[in-house]
């Protein structure tokens, strides 16, 4: 009966907590988890990721990106074919199977142009950047913080959104409410059955930043499973 007892008193007093943490603090106490010393903001280092997914050969990437320098770069192989981009202070080159200068056939063949390359920038330093990035401008921090279960786990979730300059999609980050590390997280565009969630699994600390090592993806609307990516810094 005592252990009960002090079973309920537990879950009670971290069932408040959650109530009165706010959206801003618990960003705060996971920036503080995953990137301790604020290193992200002058990031500096190289990613290799292997993104696998159903009925289609493995994508291997590697991403560089230099914050301060304003750079980014990223080559990845696919079957027989390598595209390389690089954005050097806005500048855009395109890479195709070491030719430097693909011809404008090359280039629409496969789709390969300087709004590809803006993407996949936006894309990895989002992605790997977070939860740091939800500090940037035009994020929307929303200020309850709700416990939810998600998959049988119990987690704390903070609701963003965006300022509609930068984006119309609803993001949720689930935490763990005992470290606050970032373990899912989930977006949904117009119909509540849109989007997609990633679980993530494993840790890599990479420049004493503590990023997620595996990255699986599925559909919110019927669960179905998109792909895998797994970060390595060789």
């Known amino acids: ?5 002090i079973l ?28 301790p010393n604020g290193n992200w903001e002058t990031f500096n280092g190289t990613l290799f990721v ?14 560089k990106i230099n914050l301060p320098e304003e750079y980014f770069y990223v080559k990845a192989s696919r079957g027989e074919n390598t595209t390389e981009y ?11 199977n070491g030719q430097e200068n693909p011809s404008e056939e090359v280039l629409e063949e496969h789709k390969l142009n300087c709004n590809r390359a803006n993407l ?31 998959k049988g786990k119990e987690y704390l979730v903070l609701k963003v959104t965006y300022d509609k300059k930068v984006g119309s999609d609803a993001w949720y980050f689930y935490f763990n409410p005992k470290t606050y590390a970032m373990e899912v997280y989930q977006f949904f565009k117009e119909t509540p059955t849109s989007g997609e969630y990633i679980l993530l699994s494993d840790e890599i ?17 019927d669960n179905g ?10």
């Open 205 to 221: 600390t990479i420049n004493g930043i503590k990023m997620p090592k595996n990255r699986a993806w599925y559909y919110n609307k």
């Open 86 to 96: 690089t954005i050097d202070k806005g500048k855009c080159k395109i890479s195709f």
């Open 8 to 35: 309920f008193a537990f879950l009670l007093t971290t069932h408040l907590f959650s109530q009165e943490l706010t959206g801003i603090e618990l960003l705060d106490k996971t920036i503080q988890y995953h990137d």
């Open 120 to 150: 996949y920038k936006n894309y990895y330093t989002y992605l790997y950047g977070l939860p740091m990035k939800l500090k940037d401008n035009g994020t929307i921090i929303h200020d309850k913080v709700e416990r939810k279960t998600f």
């Open 50 to 63: 292997t993104m696998q997914t159903p009925k289609n050969p493995k994508r291997d990437s590697e991403i």
């Open 225 to 234: 499973y998109l792909g895998t990516d797994f970060l390595t810094n060789k």
């Open 1 to 5: 009966m005592k252990k009960l007892t």
